[in-house]
């Protein structure tokens, strides 16, 4: 075992504060990597703050990783030291399931490793993220980042990225589709710019008229008030597929009939419960409500390599590790465009 520092929680009260965690010596098909950028993400908040349900502590979140291998075992044939490379929301899984066989280790039926918080098998504890000096993965739990990308600002793709990617890719988005993304946030900016480059009409549907400009930025060709009901009238069966990355309960009803016939809206934000669905929205038009965790590891590094073809980041602010207790109060009052992320050379 190794010791690094670390930055994490004693308990759900406490801020975040700078400790000493361990790391497992490298095993064979293990990578070892310095960390070098972490994104933040808003489930790092509520992990920190047992909000789904009692967390194991300490806590050390961070599951947008971008760093350096600087170690590989005996038997690692897929990267060497000094290659670019990221770790996201996933560490392990079972790899024999039928979802790991299928490439959706996020749906291991055996239960996934997590980044963070979750059961570690290699120790009696549990796993710790990466807001941290150094992460240990197995090598078919990393991913090659594009050489050409601002290496910062890939760190949010890790899980912003492929939330968003994965549902778009998986329904089929492409030119000649119409789509929605409703919630211009974390979440919603990256939504954005990877449907405008898969070539549909992209539309930007929120309360707030004030984030016109900036949705038209991020790829938006039309912006939707959904406060406007004529507006809402004027678009009424007419979009192909919505990515709804709203992050708390809402009524969806008036996003349903939005929907063109056989259209599906995809929730990748509120996980508790919503208000009732009529099933009148569903029924007139054979359409679906559907919802998307992540992406396993051979989508993720799909979403990686379209980011470099594209050119396509995340819009970052850059903190240091000392900022995280204030970053967290800033992501919670929605003051940032879009994702932070820690330099973490500020830890060492």
Same mark, same amino acid.
């Given at each position: 075992?190794?010791?690094?520092?670390?930055?994490?929680?004693?308990?759900?009260?406490?801020?975040?504060?700078?400790?000493?965690?361990?790391?497992?010596?490298?095993?064979?098909? $293990?990578?070892?990597?310095?960390?070098?950028?972490?994104?933040?993400?808003?489930?790092?908040?509520?992990?920190?703050?047992?909000?789904?349900?009692?967390?194991?502590?300490?806590?050390?979140?961070?599951?947008?990783?971008?760093?350096?291998?600087?170690?590989?075992?005996?038997?690692?044939?897929?990267?060497?030291?000094?290659?670019?490379?990221?770790?996201?929301?996933?560490?392990?899984?079972?790899?024999?399931?039928?979802?790991?066989?299928? $490439?959706?280790? &996020?749906?291991?039926?055996?239960?996934?490793?997590?980044?963070?918080?979750?059961?570690?098998?290699?120790?009696?504890?549990?796993?710790?993220?990466?807001?941290?000096?150094?992460?240990?993965?197995?090598?078919?739990?990393?991913?090659?980042?594009?050489?050409?990308?601002?290496?910062?600002?890939?760190?949010?793709?890790?899980?912003?990225?492929?939330?968003?990617?994965?549902?778009?890719?998986?329904?089929?988005?492409?030119?000649?589709?119409?789509?929605?993304?409703?919630?211009?946030?974390?979440?919603?900016?990256?939504?954005?710019?990877?449907?405008?480059?898969?070539?549909?009409?992209?539309?930007?549907?929120?309360?707030?008229?004030?984030?016109?400009?900036? *949705?038209?930025?991020?790829?938006?060709?039309?912006?939707?008030?959904?406060?406007?009901?004529? *507006?809402?009238?004027?678009?009424?069966?007419?979009?192909?597929?919505?990515?709804?990355?709203?992050?708390?309960?809402?009524?969806?009803?008036?996003?349903?009939?939005?929907?063109?016939?056989?259209?599906?809206?995809?929730?990748?934000? *509120?996980?508790?419960?919503?208000?009732?669905?009529?099933?009148?929205?569903?029924?007139?038009?054979?359409?679906?409500?559907?919802?998307?965790?992540?992406?396993?590891?051979?989508?993720?590094?799909?979403?990686?390599?379209?980011?470099?073809?594209?050119?396509?980041?995340?819009?970052?602010?850059?903190?240091?590790?000392?900022?995280?207790?204030?970053?967290?109060?800033?992501? &919670?009052?929605?003051?940032?465009?879009?994702?932070?992320?820690?330099?973490?050379?500020?830890?060492?």
């Amino acid at each position: 075992m190794t010791e690094v520092k670390a930055y994490g929680a004693q308990d759900k009260e406490a801020d975040l504060k700078e400790m000493t965690i361990e790391r497992r010596d490298t095993l064979p098909t $293990d990578v070892k990597i310095k960390i070098t950028y972490c994104g933040v993400c808003h489930s790092d908040i509520h992990t920190v703050r047992s909000d789904w349900g009692p967390s194991m502590y300490p806590v050390v979140p961070g599951h947008e990783i971008v760093g350096e291998v600087i170690e590989v075992g005996d038997e690692v044939s897929k990267f060497k030291k000094g290659d670019l490379v990221g770790v996201g929301c996933l560490v392990d899984s079972c790899q024999e399931c039928s979802s790991c066989e299928s $490439d959706l280790e &996020q749906f291991c039926l055996n239960g996934a490793t997590w980044t963070y918080n979750s059961k570690d098998k290699h120790t009696d504890g549990h796993t710790f993220g990466g807001y941290s000096q150094e992460v240990v993965v197995d090598q078919n739990f990393v991913l090659n980042i594009p050489k050409n990308l601002d290496t910062k600002a890939v760190a949010p793709l890790l899980c912003a990225g492929i939330t968003t990617f994965s549902p778009l890719h998986h329904w089929g988005v492409k030119e000649g589709m119409k789509v929605g993304v409703v919630g211009l946030g974390g979440l919603g900016h990256m939504g954005l710019k990877f449907s405008h480059a898969m070539g549909a009409e992209t539309v930007m549907i929120t309360t707030s008229e004030g984030k016109a400009d900036d *949705a038209k930025r991020l790829g938006a060709d039309d912006v939707l008030i959904s406060k406007d009901k004529d *507006a809402m009238k004027s678009h009424k069966g007419s979009f192909d597929f919505i990515l709804n990355t709203v992050p708390v309960s809402h009524d969806i009803n008036p996003y349903l009939e939005l929907l063109a016939i056989d259209g599906t809206m995809c929730m990748v934000g *509120a996980i508790e419960p919503l208000p009732d669905v009529h099933g009148g929205n569903l029924i007139s038009g054979r359409k679906s409500v559907a919802g998307s965790l992540i992406g396993g590891i051979k989508e993720t590094q799909e979403m990686l390599d379209f980011c470099g073809e594209h050119n396509i980041v995340s819009d970052i602010e850059m903190i240091d590790m000392s900022s995280i207790n204030e970053a967290y109060e800033r992501v &919670q009052n929605n003051d940032v465009k879009y994702r932070f992320v820690i330099d973490m050379e500020s830890l060492s």
